[in-house]
């Protein structure tokens, strides 16, 4: 072992000694020479060399040999950096965990420790026993090998071990010396030293924490419009930046994250906070908040009842008193509904998919089937609809003589009035409420008088809707049940003509039991006394949710404050009428981290882990060896660094595409950097062939005749080429060849306007006209259609490509009677008096179309032979010579456009200039 | 040698000739001619003087239409035109198959092209051409220039040819001109004869070395054995970077021997590097065989 180095085999470094030798044998053999053909050899003749070093190996190339086989020495020896140290103990091993949620965070690390340390214990062959304070039980030592196996399904469990369990555990301990190895969650808890000192006396006790800060995530509460979050840590010291999550179901079902609320802790400050604000709509729809990444039960927030706020719909049957306010039948529900609740306005239909809570109708009294059914749906899958009376209702036949679906009852028709100027009897009060009535307990307030109302029709139902009657035992608010849902039916208005009700303290109360408005104020424990809590779904102690249904259910006194453990589990309950959430971290319970006595020895989770170093020092002697082949080459000679770099480039270079590119700018350069004649390929390989070979009689006698030197023509594919570097293409037109694509059509076009000249040839002048009356002439029609031609007129006498470079007036090729047509000249083209030409337009005919068949005149194979006979006799040399010319003048109208033209002027200008 | 072999081998020799002969013909075609009249009466194309008809000239001589204009009888005479001999010798020894990259030619390609743009330039301008030797006697025309490109890609095997050539000087007429193109790396005696013989009989010429850039540079280093093409000669260095400043002091001198033996000739010396473009060579021969024609014989 040298420093953090050791070796599994140090025997074999020994053999470094011979490196020695090696050096004495490698010096001895100097490289090969390189074989060179030279002519110039004659001249070195006698020459002789100045020195003879080079004859042994250079030293560098020895130290690069040694430094290698060195290399694969050590690194057989086996290195290893980091190698773990062998600490030997004996006697029993006790493994404390504290398995709590806060453990859960580097719940895997805590595995492969212990792991680790069982392993170790199973080396040494000591028996081991684990024991997890959180359900504490008495340790039993057995073989490393048999616990191995059992903790690799360990989980922490979503509570902390309390007081209670380490005193019991403490008294379970029994006689028996052991080590003892506390994995500790690093959260400080009464009962910690005492247990510490039991262990103490049974021997040695190491403890194994993790320094990183146990997050945790206080229970969410509802103020100021936003959902107030609080998470905290054990530990200071570091500035910390955490995301708060808040989860729930959308509309579809599906889990997502509705919020998002980052939050930062100061480098000096445990507790973090702040308010995440979310639409009611989201927010009723959060089930837990979260610190993501933390995966413990401790980070988790569970979200109940309190977070949400009720929907409400307000639906009135008349609403065309605009301005009486105070007489609308919703306001009083307004102001008495608003502050608990959130309130939704619409017509009915609309308002029924977003699925409020409750429902009030003020003093509707017909419904459309239609909404009728869905409301009845609505009820049914558990709404709340909460009817008012009011004139309408009275003076409607609903519910009279069956009873409708929608009312609790039947009503007589009518109704009454009581306490009038025209009745005898005073206005009615209120009766107490019974027993059975939700309103139970709330108290009378005695000037509450009810004037009006519509009246029940007496049925044997009745008794048992009555929830609230007067105090002459008239119902005054009735109820019955509609599958999962609920129809209430108040028998007075929602405003105060009919009763004073509305005006009273108890009508706000009255809404609150029956959950109309939401209670957000979370229970006490006396509240809860006596009642049976059901868990619906429990945190794991990786902070995952699990349902709860199997488990037994929870005394409602226990609910809120009782410290947490296998029967009372975080998670959320379900009691008569709300959910209640049990977290984790309770408000103000802040974390503290632990504190252990000095003499206790504290290891993190993690250790260095060992690192063999074999691979990369026998990767290192490939490399040198690799080099010292280049570098022996290099010394004979025989290295070219330019093809190595090519195969390192090549090695290196990324693919296809980049080959595809330098393929096309190779093309591409070479198209432009020098001027090339280009035809079209028709797919007739004997046309293109003519085609070619005549661009490459013009090309020749372009370089012997002018300053104009084409390199070879080159055939260009419409589909697939660029057509834009040639200034000039030769179309041979044959009636089968393949219509060009859109896309060539939108090229050509481009081509056209930008300045390109397409020569077509339609290679009939010998037997038609120009025009439609051959088949070429046909084809050249419907291939031509789709471009973008200008107006054409036979060559006048005046054109440039008259006396582009020679003086002609006829155009042949292979067939001298062909017309040529170019673009016609403007007409408002004028000849000036003393002007010989015409002063004609400055663009350059796009399109040259005639059928004279020059490519066969001008082709030439590739010794300079003419391909094809033109004419007869020195008369046809002499209509070759003029196809030729006719070739000359177009590429030099083509190159040079109107120059010529202009050069008639260039007299008249100069005389100008002189005066 | 069966009759397939033959004519495989044939049509293989039969390949080569277009390329050289196109490239040949292209190389020429830069360079535009101009005729060299003898400023006297004789042979020729162009217009010299009337003279008055004399006794011996056939009526199909008398210029009527200069006659019409006077009672005596002209006879038009054109000014003679003759035809100079213009002797090659390209060596195809071993040495010229050198290449020392890709991207330029052999020596020996580069001399074959060189020599055959100059015989077709010749040939245009009418004068005869021929190879030293009795291989191809001088003759005008166009289907010289072919039997010359014919003879010129008879390239013997690598491994047969002498590594080093000798000019031959036999063959050639007297007060022809003679072209002499190798790259002159071996033995220079017979350079010497060759060049005394023909300036005995009036024969001037120019003398065209060919180098390709490794030998000029010389840009070898480390442990090496430098063989001759033919392998027949061979030179061992343990540093061959050392021996580059004595390589570079002996070619310079070979050039200066060179150059000095075409000045005691009246010959013109010129050294051409296969990295630079054919066609400098060619001017330069060109216009050397000018010069040689003007101030080695003195028509004018």
């Not at chain 1, 959902?227 to 599906?254: C, E, F, K, N, W």
């Not at chain 1, 397409?758 to 002048?765: E, G």
């Not at chain 2, 080569?16 to 190389?27: D, G, I, S």
């Amino acid at each position: 072992m040298i420093g953090a180095l050791g070796f599994t085999t140090p025997a074999l470094l020994l053999a470094l000694l011979a490196l020695p030798v090696l050096w004495l044998i490698l010096r001895a053999v100097p490289p090969s020479p390189a074989r060179r053909l030279f002519p110039g050899v004659v001249l070195l003749l006698g020459l002789k060399d100045d020195d003879t070093v080079t004859d042994r190996t250079p030293w560098w190339l020895l130290l690069l040999r040694l430094l290698a086989v060195a290399a694969i020495i050590i690194g057989l020896a086996g290195p290893v950096l980091n190698p773990e140290k062998q600490t030997v103990g004996n006697g029993p091993l006790l493994i404390v965990m504290d398995a709590s949620w806060a453990s859960a965070q580097s719940w895997r690390a805590r595995l492969q420790s212990l792991d680790a340390i069982i392993a170790q214990a199973g080396r040494d062959g000591r028996r081991v026993a684990a024991v997890r304070l959180s359900t504490p039980e008495q340790p039993v030592f057995q073989s490393a090998e048999t616990l191995r196996a059992r903790i690799a399904g360990m989980g922490p469990d979503p509570w902390a071990p309390s007081e209670n369990t380490m005193r019991e555990f403490s008294n379970l301990l029994g006689e028996e010396t052991f080590e003892t190895i506390w994995m500790s969650d690093a959260l400080d808890r009464a009962g910690r030293a005492q247990l510490l000192a039991a262990l103490e006396k049974h021997g040695a006790v190491r403890v194994i924490e993790t320094t990183r800060a146990v997050l945790g995530l206080l229970p969410a509460s509802f103020a100021d419009g936003a959902v107030q979050l609080i998470a905290q840590r054990s530990r200071a010291g570091i500035a910390a930046d955490i995301v708060v999550q808040a989860h729930g179901r959308d509309p579809a079902g599906t889990m997502r994250v509705l919020g998002v609320l980052p939050l930062q802790f100061d480098a000096d400050a445990t507790v973090a906070s702040g308010a995440l604000s979310l639409p009611s709509e989201l927010r009723a729809r959060v089930t837990r908040f979260e610190i993501k990444g933390a995966h413990s039960a401790g980070a988790v927030a569970l979200s109940d009842d309190s977070l949400r706020r009720r929907e409400v719909a307000l639906i009135a049957g008349r609403d065309d008193r605009e301005g009486l306010e105070l007489l609308s039948p919703l306001y009083y529900l307004n102001r008495a509904l608003a502050p608990s609740t959130d309130l939704l306005d619409g017509a009915l239909m609309d308002i029924l998919p977003a699925n409020p809570d409750v429902i009030i109708l003020a003093d509707v009294a017909i419904l459309a089937d239609a909404e009728q059914s869905a409301l009845l749906e609505w009820v049914d899958a558990g709404g709340l609809l909460v009817r008012f009376a009011g004139p309408r209702l009275a003076a409607s036949p609903i519910s009279r003589k069956e009873e409708h679906p929608l009312m609790p009852v039947r009503l007589r028709s009518g109704g009454r009035s009581v306490g009038g100027a025209m009745s005898w009897g005073a206005p009615k009060a209120l009766a107490p409420f019974s027993e059975t009535s939700p309103f139970f307990g709330l108290a009378i307030a005695s000037d509450v008088t009810v004037s009006s109302q519509v009246v029940a029709q007496p049925d044997p139902t009745l008794a048992a809707r009555v929830i609230a009657q007067l105090s002459d035992g008239t119902p005054l608010v009735t109820r019955k049940t509609i599958g999962a849902g609920q129809v209430v039916l108040f028998h007075v208005t929602a405003n105060a003509e009919w009763s004073s009700l509305p005006l009273s303290g108890l009508f706000v109360e009255m809404l609150a039991r029956l959950a109309v408005s939401s209670s957000t104020a979370t229970p006490d424990a006396a509240d809860l006394a006596g009642t049976t809590w059901q868990p619906i779904r429990v945190l794991s102690g990786f902070g995952a949710l699990e349902d709860g249904s199997t488990l037994p259910g929870v005394k409602g006194e226990d609910l809120l404050k009782s410290p947490l453990g296998p029967t009372l589990r975080p998670g959320v309950y379900a009691g008569e009428s709300r959910t209640l959430a049990r977290n984790i971290n309770l408000a103000g319970e802040a974390f503290a981290a632990t504190n252990w006595p000095s003499h206790i020895s504290v290891e993190g989770i993690t250790r260095a882990s060992q690192t063999p170093l074999t691979g990369i020092l026998l990767a290192l002697a490939m490399v040198l060896l690799a080099a010292d082949v280049i570098a022996s080459l290099a010394l004979s000679g025989k290295f070219r660094l330019a093809p190595a770099i090519i195969v390192l480039l090549a090695l290196l270079a990324p693919e296809k595409p980049a080959m595809a590119q330098t393929l096309d700018d190779e093309a591409a350069v070479n198209a432009t950097a020098e001027l090339v004649l280009a035809h079209v390929l028709t797919g007739n390989q004997a046309l293109d062939d003519t085609a070619n070979a005549g661009l490459l009689g013009l090309s020749e006698v372009l370089f012997f005749r002018t300053s104009v030197e084409p390199a070879n023509p080159i055939g260009v594919n419409l589909e697939t080429d660029d057509i834009g570097y040639y200034p000039l293409l030769y179309w041979p037109i044959t009636p089968e060849q393949p219509r060009p694509s859109q896309e060539a059509y939108a090229k050509l076009n481009q081509y056209l306007r930008s300045g390109g000249m397409i020569l077509f040839d339609t290679r009939d002048a010998g037997i038609a006209r120009f025009g439609g009356s051959s088949p070429n002439g046909r084809a050249l029609q419907s291939l031509a259609a789709p471009l973008d031609i200008p107006r054409l007129e036979p060559v006048p006498e005046d054109h440039v490509l008259t006396r582009a470079f020679y003086l002609l007036q006829d155009f042949p090729g292979r067939y001298a009677r062909g017309a040529l047509w170019v673009e016609a000249a403007p007409p408002d083209a004028e000849k000036i008096e003393g002007m010989p030409f015409r002063n004609l337009n400055d663009g350059v005919t796009p399109v040259v179309i005639g059928g004279n068949d020059w490519a066969s005149a001008w082709a030439v194979d590739a010794r300079g032979n003419n391909l094809f006979p033109v004419g007869r006799g020195f008369g046809g040399e002499r209509q070759r010579e003029m196809a030729y010319r006719f070739g000359v003048n177009l590429v030099m109208y083509v190159l040079s456009g109107n120059y010529k033209s202009d050069q008639v002027h260039v007299p008249a200008l100069l005389e100008r200039l002189g005066q | 040698m069966t009759s397939a072999i033959l004519r495989q081998h044939a049509e293989g020799e039969a390949a080569k000739l277009p390329p050289l002969l196109a490239r040949a013909e292209h190389l020429a075609g830069t360079v535009l001619l101009g005729e060299h009249g003898r400023r006297r009466a004789g042979l020729g194309d162009d217009f010299w003087q009337y003279r008055p008809a004399q006794i011996g000239d056939g009526a199909r001589m008398i210029d009527w239409r200069r006659s019409a204009k006077s009672d005596a009888q002209f006879v038009r005479e054109r000014e003679w035109q003759i035809a100079q001999t213009v002797m090659f010798w390209v060596d195809n020894a071993a040495s010229m198959q050198f290449s020392s990259g890709k991207n330029h030619p052999t020596k020996g390609d580069r001399a074959q092209l060189v020599a055959m743009a100059t015989a077709i330039l010749l040939q245009r301008g009418g004068e005869r051409i021929g190879l030293t030797g009795s291989a191809l006697p001088p003759q005008r025309g166009e289907a010289q220039v072919l039997r010359m490109s014919e003879f010129l890609a008879q390239t013997p095997d690598t491994d047969s040819a002498a590594d080093f050539g000798a000019p031959v000087a036999s063959g050639i007429p007297a007060h022809a001109r003679t072209v002499f193109i190798s790259d002159f790396m071996g033995d220079l005696a017979p350079v010497q004869a060759a060049l005394t013989q023909s300036a005995d009989h009036g024969v001037r010429g120019v003398l065209l070395q060919v180098l390709d850039p490794a030998e000029e540079a010389f840009p070898f280093s480390g442990r090496t054995i430098f063989e001759s093409m033919g392998k027949t000669i061979r030179h061992e260095t343990l540093k061959a970077a050392d021996l580059k400043e004595r390589y570079l002091q002996r070619l310079a001198g070979r050039k200066a021997a060179l150059s000095a033996l075409c000045d005691l000739a009246g010959w013109q010396y010129h050294c051409h590097h296969t990295d630079k473009s054919a066609q400098s060579a060619l001017l330069w021969i060109y216009r050397a065989l000018d010069q040689a024609a003007f101030h080695g014989r003195g028509f004018a």
